[in-house]
């Protein structure tokens, strides 16, 4: 087979798809032996009866649709690749005189990802903000440090909110006790709402062998229909009340959670963490702003295609998400009253918009002559490789059958690098006006 491009231009292409006539011919065989068990003809067995005898009954023809058809499937994709056409709907197709001993030509015309002229998109004038690390954001690390590494300590006093009681318990209805409402030395922390309502505030002044009867009553909605709505008494026996005991924040307790010999050097280093993170949201809210305005600038028309192939992702990301929590997307539409037809409806106007973006991304990309180099497609390899703790031959054979989509996410990565690279970035405050002397930490530096 060989392909030629025709023409290309006004984001469309036409090209050739020529092939010799034995390649016809095979193929023609081909669509007969994987069909000729569904023709019964007079004097042979089903399935039985050779090509020329088919023909001869139903017209030379009959084979020439699936012959054509395998063949499209087997070779379109290829040939635009082969050319490095980005493709974003059907082809219209036609073809040459088709007949046996003849050769065969399928001339494709093919819409184009659309390339347009963008303006404006060097030097756009973009707020960022100034990054900020505030003392109390220090505090609530080191705070939460400290409760990762808090221990539970036994107390001879009366239980309160947020202590864990160890207790063996058992349920009733009147004088039946129930399935599932009995348990030993369990341990249950006051406050935390994961028994039933009521239950952990009946415990609330408990001490280490105390009984206590717990009365309750359970919610209508509850999962077990037996005892849905019922009147319920847990006979309880306090083995031991525990205290959350928090570590003291001190140069040892630096050297046990971190690397560092003092608190003053991991305060220092949590500072750094903090003021990275700020950073890169920081850079990553201008780069969004900016190419929000570089996309506005420019009233582009975005095909139909590009925005159902939008909605698409969009649900398709969707559901992703939702099967992370436990949900199907299906369950999402159900719990919004939505159906697909309404969903596809409701992102319409976003996936119109993210379509249009790509437009921009994409040709300025073209204007600016942009490529992926293998260096590119090296280093953001071994970026993933880094972030998910893989060997890098691993990334490669799990990128191998998106490689095309992987390089089209490198140069849109690439553009808007570029974009911030040339803006104009003023540089904002996130602060209130009247807490920025105050929590400015080089200010604060210079007053000392």
Same mark, same amino acid.
């Given at each position: 087979m060989k392909?030629?491009?025709?023409?290309?231009?006004?984001?469309?292409?036409?090209?050739?798809?020529?092939?010799?006539?034995?390649?016809?011919d095979?193929?023609?065989?081909?669509?007969?032996?994987?069909?000729?068990?569904?023709?019964r003809?007079?004097?042979f067995?089903?399935?039985?009866?050779?090509?020329?005898?088919?023909?001869k009954?139903y017209?030379?023809?009959?084979?020439?649709e699936?012959?054509?058809?395998?063949m499209f499937?087997d070779?379109? /994709?290829?040939?635009? *690749? =082969?050319?490095?056409?980005?493709?974003?709907?059907?082809? &219209? $197709?036609? !073809?040459?005189?088709i007949? +046996?001993?003849?050769?065969?030509?399928?001339?494709?015309?093919?819409?184009?990802?659309?390339?347009?002229?963008?303006?404006?998109y060097?030097?756009?004038?973009v707020?960022?903000?100034?990054?900020?690390?505030?003392?109390?954001?220090?505090d609530?690390?080191?705070?939460?440090?400290q409760?990762?590494?808090?221990r539970?300590?036994?107390?001879?006093?009366?239980?309160?909110?947020?202590?864990?009681?160890?207790?063996?318990?058992?349920?009733?209805?009147?004088?039946?006790q129930f399935?599932?409402?009995?348990a030993?030395?369990?341990e249950?922390?006051l406050?935390?709402?994961?028994?039933?309502?009521?239950?952990?505030?009946?415990?609330?002044?408990?001490?280490a062998?105390?009984?206590?009867?717990?009365? /309750?009553?359970?919610? *209508? =909605?509850?999962?077990?229909?037996?005892?849905a709505?019922? &009147? $319920?008494? !847990?006979?309880c026996?306090? +083995?031991?009340?525990?205290?959350?005991?928090?570590?003291?924040?001190?140069?040892?307790?630096?050297m046990?959670?971190?690397?560092?010999?003092?608190l003053?050097?991991?305060?220092?280093?949590?500072?750094?963490?903090?003021?990275?993170?700020?950073?890169?949201?920081?850079?990553?809210?201008?780069?969004?702003?900016?190419?929000n305005?570089?996309?506005?600038?420019?009233?582009?028309?975005?095909?139909?295609?590009?925005?159902?192939?939008?909605?698409?992702?969009?649900a398709?990301?969707?559901?992703?998400?939702?099967?992370?929590q436990?949900?199907?997307?299906?369950?999402?539409l159900?719990?919004?009253?939505?159906?697909?037809?309404?969903?596809?409806?409701d992102?319409?106007?976003?996936?119109?918009?993210?379509?249009?973006?790509?437009?921009?991304?994409?040709?300025?990309?073209?204007?600016?002559?942009?490529?992926?180099?293998?260096?590119d497609?090296?280093?953001?390899?071994?970026?993933?490789?880094d972030?998910?703790?893989?060997?890098?031959?691993?990334?490669?054979?799990?990128l191998?059958?998106?490689?095309?989509?992987?390089k089209k996410?490198?140069?849109?990565?690439?553009?808007?690098?570029?974009?911030?690279?040339?803006?104009?970035?003023s540089?904002?405050?996130?602060?209130?006006?009247?807490?920025?002397?105050v929590?400015?930490?080089?200010?604060?530096?210079?007053?000392?």
């Amino acid at each position: 087979m060989k392909t030629t491009l025709v023409s290309k231009e006004n984001n469309e292409a036409k090209f050739a798809m020529e092939f010799t006539a034995e390649e016809f011919d095979a193929a023609v065989d081909a669509a007969y032996k994987k069909s000729r068990g569904e023709f019964r003809i007079n004097g042979f067995r089903k399935g039985k009866a050779p090509r020329s005898i088919i023909e001869k009954h139903y017209g030379e023809g009959i084979f020439f649709e699936d012959a054509i058809n395998n063949m499209f499937r087997d070779h379109y /994709v290829g040939a635009i *690749e =082969e050319l490095g056409l980005d493709v974003i709907d059907s082809p &219209d $197709a036609d !073809f040459s005189e088709i007949g +046996h001993g003849k050769p065969m030509t399928m001339t494709m015309t093919v819409k184009l990802f659309p390339i347009v002229d963008v303006k404006d998109y060097m030097g756009v004038e973009v707020d960022q903000y100034e990054s900020v690390v505030m003392d109390s954001e220090i505090d609530n690390h080191l705070e939460s440090l400290q409760k990762r590494n808090a221990r539970m300590v036994s107390v001879d006093r009366e239980a309160q909110n947020d202590d864990t009681v160890i207790l063996d318990y058992a349920g009733f209805v009147g004088e039946e006790q129930f399935e599932g409402g009995t348990a030993e030395r369990q341990e249950l922390k006051l406050g935390s709402g994961s028994f039933i309502p009521g239950f952990e505030e009946q415990l609330v002044g408990a001490k280490a062998g105390d009984k206590v009867d717990v009365k /309750v009553t359970f919610p *209508e =909605e509850y999962h077990a229909a037996d005892l849905a709505g019922k &009147d $319920a008494v !847990f006979h309880c026996e306090i +083995h031991e009340v525990k205290e959350e005991q928090l570590p003291e924040l001190d140069d040892d307790f630096a050297m046990d959670v971190s690397e560092y010999d003092t608190l003053e050097e991991l305060k220092e280093k949590t500072r750094e963490d903090i003021l990275k993170t700020k950073d890169e949201t920081s850079v990553n809210a201008a780069k969004d702003a900016l190419v929000n305005k570089v996309t506005e600038a420019n009233d582009v028309e975005v095909p139909a295609t590009l925005v159902e192939e939008e909605i698409d992702n969009m649900a398709n990301e969707l559901d992703q998400n939702m099967r992370m929590q436990g949900l199907s997307f299906e369950q999402y539409l159900q719990f919004t009253g939505k159906d697909m037809a309404g969903f596809r409806e409701d992102v319409r106007e976003d996936a119109e918009k993210r379509a249009a973006t790509r437009i921009v991304l994409r040709s300025i990309a073209a204007a600016e002559n942009m490529e992926v180099t293998e260096e590119d497609i090296d280093a953001e390899m071994q970026k993933l490789a880094d972030a998910y703790g893989m060997e890098l031959d691993n990334v490669k054979s799990a990128l191998a059958g998106s490689m095309e989509m992987f390089k089209k996410d490198i140069l849109t990565t690439k553009v808007i690098d570029m974009l911030y690279d040339n803006a104009k970035i003023s540089k904002v405050s996130a602060l209130a006006p009247e807490t920025e002397e105050v929590e400015k930490p080089e200010e604060a530096a210079e007053e000392e």
